[in-house]
């Protein structure tokens, strides 16, 4: 097995992604296993140019305390090893979960405001988070026992926009690299890291999928981790040919007026099925809002489409509607 950067890392790839690394890459960094082991390769990948390339990135969720802040210190002595300049934050998780939301959740939003407060500061245009091709394996099993679409099975992209408004992207070198190659590659070349506890409690599905259904899975097929990982780029190719398809329709069809959006009624029963659910959800699906989930889509296929219709609405997130106006479907702000 070889033990270079470049064997861990999609080289071929990361070569053709315009800017990368020399636009500047923010390495979000959190002192476990994965992350280090990418600081290590970018690092040694990025040469002589790396202090102009690389900066680390870490923050201290506020979840756990002492072990919080030593895996801060660890982040920080080896980015000045390493020659890098460093940001690290805290945030206070738990005050903001107290007034509502999902733990995982709440942590991952602020985790990416503080990567992209991070990045536009210093004018990078890429993040870099050491998501694997294990990580992708246990998110697209995740997805598919708690029900998904094919967009839902494109799980983690490689490279995509980190939010609407910034011209940072989020990038994943790592993606086709199995877990294993990477604790060889740390052992061989004596990454240090720091093992987070949480990642043994069983109470988390995603601990239990990768501690006990992946290695069951894995008996069945040795490859299944690259297996799934190839699913999801398949599925990727799919839904954005399809997604293509729904986008030049609304072109074409689509027409506003103020604050509403009307689609005609008969062009959209002539489309197949999947261009109509993209297009319905394209148009239903604002940022600003909460999740347009399936079931919105298949309500306003089943009550909104047929001929006796007229004047029905259906309900969308963010206090909107979508309401059949004579031969049209006329969406509606909040």
Not at 62 to 76: E, K, P, S, T, Y
Not at 149 to 167: E, N
Not at 182 to 202: C, K, P, Q, S, W
Request: glycine share 6%; charged share 20%.
């Amino acid at each position: 097995m070889k033990f270079t950067a470049e064997s861990i890392l999609n080289v071929t790839w990361l070569r053709q992604v315009a800017g990368f690394p020399s636009a500047g890459v923010v390495v979000a960094v959190s002192g476990g296993l994965d992350s280090m082991t990418l600081l290590h390769a970018l690092h040694t990948w990025c040469g002589e140019d790396r202090a102009r390339y690389l900066h680390v990135a870490h923050l201290d969720h506020g979840l756990r305390g002492a072990a919080a802040a030593a895996d801060a210190q660890l982040v920080a002595e080896t980015a000045a090893q390493m020659g890098l300049d460093w940001t690290v934050e805290r945030a206070d998780i738990p005050h903001l979960v107290a007034s509502g939301g999902n733990l995982e959740a709440v942590a991952r939003q602020v985790r990416y405001a503080f990567l992209r407060r991070t990045a536009e500061r210093l004018g990078a245009a890429f993040v870099a988070t050491a998501h694997t091709q294990s990580d992708q394996a246990e998110t697209v099993l995740l997805r598919l026992v708690r029900g998904t679409s094919l967009a839902g099975l494109t799980a983690i992209a490689p490279l995509r926009p980190l939010a609407a408004g910034t011209p940072v992207q989020v990038i994943r070198p790592f993606l086709s690299t199995s877990r294993r190659q990477i604790v060889a590659y740390a052992r061989h070349h004596g990454v240090r890291f720091r093992e987070d506890a949480t990642n043994h409690d069983l109470s988390r599905a995603r601990n239990r999928l990768r501690q006990r259904v992946l290695p069951e899975l894995e008996r069945l097929n040795p490859q299944v981790g690259r297996a799934l990982a190839r699913l999801a780029a398949q599925a990727r190719e799919d839904q954005e040919y399809l997604m293509e398809l729904a986008r030049s329709w609304l072109e074409c069809h689509a027409r506003r007026a103020g604050g509403r959006l009307a689609l005609p009624v008969m062009e959209l029963l002539a489309l197949p099925p999947p261009i109509r659910r993209r297009v319905l959800h394209t148009v239903a699906q604002q940022a600003e809002y909460p999740a347009v989930a399936s079931r919105h889509v298949a309500a306003i296929e089943q009550t909104l489409l047929p001929t006796d219709a007229i004047g029905k609405c259906v309900d969308l997130t963010g206090g909107r509607q979508v309401r059949r106006i004579a031969d049209a479907l006329v969406f509606t702000q909040a």
